[in-house]
């Protein structure tokens, strides 16, 4: 293979400028000879030079229209589905996006962001449950780049795609309470961002509004937010007596069929369980989740939209653009039964 | 929010030069006067000046340790898995991994390609069933660029990981043909790439060399690489009257059974189900699938660090990593019985 050739040989080997070889390989040498641009072309093609993005961004300036998207865990499925609707925009767009994923550690959020900054991108999507708009704006030093955030922002101020988690926990409590369940659970994790938090008080609320008892102390078990985590609350579930459990999300429900499974506990007709998300693989684990839908998918192409709008067009003023959640009955709920 | 502060504006504020700058912000400014020093770092703090990743790329020619990572589809759990194992790496070795999903479409894995190489980043690990390593080349432009093969690169030269398909289609057969089936299928897809095939050569070859049949024509079913695509072949293959069916990969296996389910098809009791990856997932469904395993993470781990030699050391020739795959026995098939 050959060695880089940069486009200072160009011009060394055509004898002009440095400027005079960018503007030409860029289409913009219609003031040079037909000759001059002829050599240089010739050159390019002969040494199969490549224009180097680093030295074209600094001399021309133009738009690279490159994104970063920053998400927790891509390989989460509901992660999954949001940056599969970032690159179908991005497509469209002629858009790159470049993903960062970064295991929910925030000091490695932090330096993923700045990395992003440095690269000079046009615009960023943010998912990131733990990082406050000061920070962000700390790891943006300040500039003048638009952003949007996406997912446990509640706390948060800016630009931003969301959906109304209190109503979620709202419709999962309902749906429960017409079931006629008595006794109830909320499976959450260590750390309650704020949008579990939403979801908990909406779930709460409609329960005491229905003469229901429900108590933060007794009534709300912790695990690890992961298949992994609701597998191992498994026993903790089965032995609380709820007959009525809604988690914080459907990778957690998953890992609780798992655990109630291994442990002879049929759902739905001892425990009837809620997930949260509506992943794509909702439908294909035993038996089909019972969840609260989100438009995961839609929430990648609209923040993306919405992002790229502001890259335009500069606005500067904040905008919430709010998706609907609903309830989507499948097979893991039923009604209560005296076992 | 301020307006990008740039390294000229620096220099033009401390009255010296943007080399000098640029080495002081650096670390490698000892030569300068300590006054000259304090001045440029009192600057930058007041200015909330951030180091240009494009200026300070062409100036200082340092090592950036990026690497752009290609993979058809990263909501996929195989490549979520592969991608987390590259993170590991990255995270300890201060990387920064650029994640690039081109949902296998070959005109923009090249895009994504040439994007990558315009970006100067330091290597590759490039997944792709489509390209060839001509192709790749091509796209680098003949740079001495690292780049490492990952996943039905068969038919390729070049520097890979490797898992032995021959074997897992062997493996697959073996375990159905000592449960006595003998009526089987292959679950293939319709784009068949080198690793299928190989998959599918060593599963039928088990079968001949133990006088079963297997016929290239009646025994290969085509469907879409996807859960959905099992999921839509489940009726063909309730019909085909095998007993024994061996999947592409897990997420085929994992549409099937549900497919199955649907139609009342008893796994295993009436059909065994023997998937390819081993997957997170599955544990989680149900019946827990019997699976070849690859180890993914480990794969994605061997490909960074393999990569990283190439990036340091300079290393031209060839090198094949290979790893290991093991039938991994779960509740998806069981010991055949006439119905």
Do not use: C, W
């Amino acid at each position: 293979m050959g060695k880089k050739v940069t486009i200072r040989d160009i011009a060394r080997l055509a004898g002009v400028s440095v400027t005079t070889v960018s503007q030409v390989l860029n289409g913009k040498g219609n003031r040079f000879s037909k000759s001059t641009r002829e050599k240089i072309l010739k050159l390019r093609d002969e040494y199969q030079y490549v224009p180097d993005f680093h030295a074209r961004s600094l001399i021309m300036k133009e738009n690279i229209n490159t994104i970063g998207v920053l998400v927790p865990n891509v390989s989460e499925p509901f992660f999954g589905s949001f940056v599969e609707g970032v690159q179908q925009v991005a497509r469209q767009e002629k858009l790159i996006p470049l993903i960062f994923s970064a295991n929910r550690d925030p000091k490695l959020e932090k330096a993923y962001l700045e990395q992003m900054v440095e690269r000079s991108i046009d615009g960023l999507i943010i998912a990131s449950a733990r990082m406050t708009t000061e920070m962000i704006n700390q790891a943006l030093a300040n500039r003048e780049l638009p952003y949007i955030l996406f997912d446990r922002n509640y706390d948060q101020v800016g630009t931003r795609v969301q959906t109304d988690d209190y109503h979620g926990g709202q419709l999962a409590a309902q749906h429960l309470v017409e079931l006629g369940h008595q006794k109830f659970l909320y499976l959450g994790v260590n750390y309650l961002t704020e949008n579990f938090k939403q979801r908990l008080a909406g779930f709460k609320d409609t329960l005491l509004a229905n003469q229901l008892a429900f108590n933060d102390e007794e009534d709300v078990l912790r695990t690890d937010l992961s298949r992994q985590g609701g597998y191992e609350a498994a026993r903790a579930v089965a032995s609380s007596g709820a007959t009525a459990v809604f988690t914080v999300n459907d990778d957690v429900a998953i890992g609780l069929l798992r655990g109630l499974r291994e442990l002879k506990v049929r759902v739905p007709e001892e425990i009837s369980v809620v997930g949260y998300d509506d992943i794509a693989l909702d439908e294909y684990i035993y038996p089909p989740l019972t969840t609260i839908h989100q438009p995961i998918f839609d929430l990648g192409v609209g923040a993306t939209k919405i992002l790229l709008d502001r890259i335009d067009h500069k606005r500067q003023s904040e905008q919430v653009e709010h998706f609907p959640v609903r309830l989507v009955r499948r097979e893991s709920t039923a009604p209560y039964r005296m076992v």
